[in-house]
């Protein structure tokens, strides 16, 4: 068994724990102790919500980048289950991202959804992540699908620097990035509970990736272990 799997078995409580604590503080200071907005009222709390998932999801790609990146040096198959877990749970995130957002969006813009810069780059993501998936589910030979999946995934890497900068390169019904290097354009009392509802969300992954990791690599193991057994009771059909 790798040092990794090792490593995750043994801290993925502590994970699991401290996420949960971080989020639950963070919904406190989000719905009960954070003021509304002088302009969104209450509908400003979804924020709390919205924005630790999209910025979750996107450290989940940038993870699946870093990892495709690596499995391709050395092959790891270990590095190969965490990048498919990697793009599983960002797949769920960017979806969630696109409801809360749409939730958000219909009180403050008056619209479900607006072919907005923003928007649109984020479900190429969701699309790019849908695809990955859908590719290691097509290829049966367990090198090639890892191989071609990682190549995929460092390819639509590009669309997180559109996603990111977009409200800064285009006009969009986004507003500007609240914190950038020009300063942070947040109260403290909304500041805090995003931070601390952030931190949970990125906690909370690190937890999930461990546990799905963790998954696919057993799942692994019992598929070696099935073929083995097939083939050597092949071989003791065989007429001697």
């Known amino acids: 068994m790798g040092a ?25 200071l989000a719905l009960v102790a ?7 009222g209450e509908v400003v709390r979804i924020m709390y919500v919205h924005v630790p998932i999209v ?39 960017t979806a969630g991202g696109l409801i ?13 959804w607006t072919w907005d810069a923003r928007l649109v780059s984020f479900a190429v993501m969701l699309l790019i992540l849908v ?11 367990p090198e090639r699908e890892a191989r071609f999946a990682a190549v995929l995934a460092i390819v639509g890497f ?32 909304m500041l805090r509970p995003l931070i601390v509802m952030s931190i949970g969300f990125w906690v909370l992954f690190v937890y999930m990736l461990m546990v799905r990791t963790q998954m696919l690599y057993l799942t692994d193991l019992l598929r070696a272990k099935k073929g083995r057994l097939l ?3 092949h071989l003791s059909d065989l007429p001697t």
């Open 4 to 28: 990794l799997i090792k490593w995750m078995q043994r801290y993925e409580g502590w994970f699991g724990a401290a996420g949960a604590v971080c989020i639950f503080a963070g919904l406190y």
């Open 34 to 40: 954070s003021p509304p907005d002088y302009y969104q």
């Open 55 to 93: 910025q979750t999801a996107m450290l989940a790609y940038s993870v699946l980048f870093a990892g495709s990146i690596w499995y391709l040096w050395k092959r790891d198959p270990i590095v190969d289950n965490l990048c498919q877990a990697a793009a599983g749970i960002s797949a769920y995130l």
């Open 100 to 112: 809360t957002g749409s939730i958000w969006a219909k009180p403050t813009w008056n619209t479900w």
């Open 131 to 141: 695809g990955y998936l859908m590719l290691r589910t097509f290829i049966d030979d």
């Open 158 to 189: 590009v669309d997180l620097p559109i996603v990111h900068f977009s409200v800064e390169w285009w006009r969009t019904l986004h507003q500007p990035l609240s914190i950038s290097m020009r300063g942070i354009a947040m109260s403290g009392e």
């Open 231 to 233: 083939s050597h009771a």
